[in-house]
């Protein structure tokens, strides 16, 4: 069973930078592609960024393309979300999850495991 923890979260101001990370407890060869998302309150859970675990391909959602950047280490079995020009909008509890689907995932049900999330606040 792999156990996905994220860390990272906090309070910051609009414009500001911060960096959540998701480390792994087991395997994650077993991962095609791993994830973040995001919900608000109030609001539906959001795709924000995936990467694919072998190859480092990434793909975005509009909302954080050129602000979020998504990378991993395979070495540390670690993914990261390097965000910037935080935006209020942006406030939300982040979670990292893992797909063993083949192809890009972009809705949570592609996703098999997921971690407990992180608070991140943007302050205005």
């Known amino acids: 069973q792999v156990q996905l923890v994220e860390s990272g979260g906090g309070l910051v101001q609009a414009g500001d930078s911060l960096r959540l990370s998701c480390v792994s407890s087991g395997s994650t060869y077993d991962y095609y592609f791993m994830g973040w998302f995001r919900q608000a309150p109030g609001k539906e859970r959001e795709f924000v960024a995936t990467i694919r675990w072998s190859g480092g391909s990434t793909y975005y959602a509009d909302s954080v393309k050129g602000r979020f950047t998504i990378y991993r280490s395979k070495v540390e079995n670690t993914v990261y979300l390097q965000m910037g020009s935080l935006k209020p909008e942006d406030t939300a509890v982040y979670y990292c999850?893992?797909?063993?689907?083949?192809?890009?995932?972009?809705?949570?049900?592609?996703?098999?495991?997921w971690g407990q999330g992180t608070q991140v606040t943007v302050s205005s």
């Open positions: 999850a893992g797909s063993r689907v083949v192809y890009t995932p972009r809705v949570g049900s592609d996703y098999a495991d």
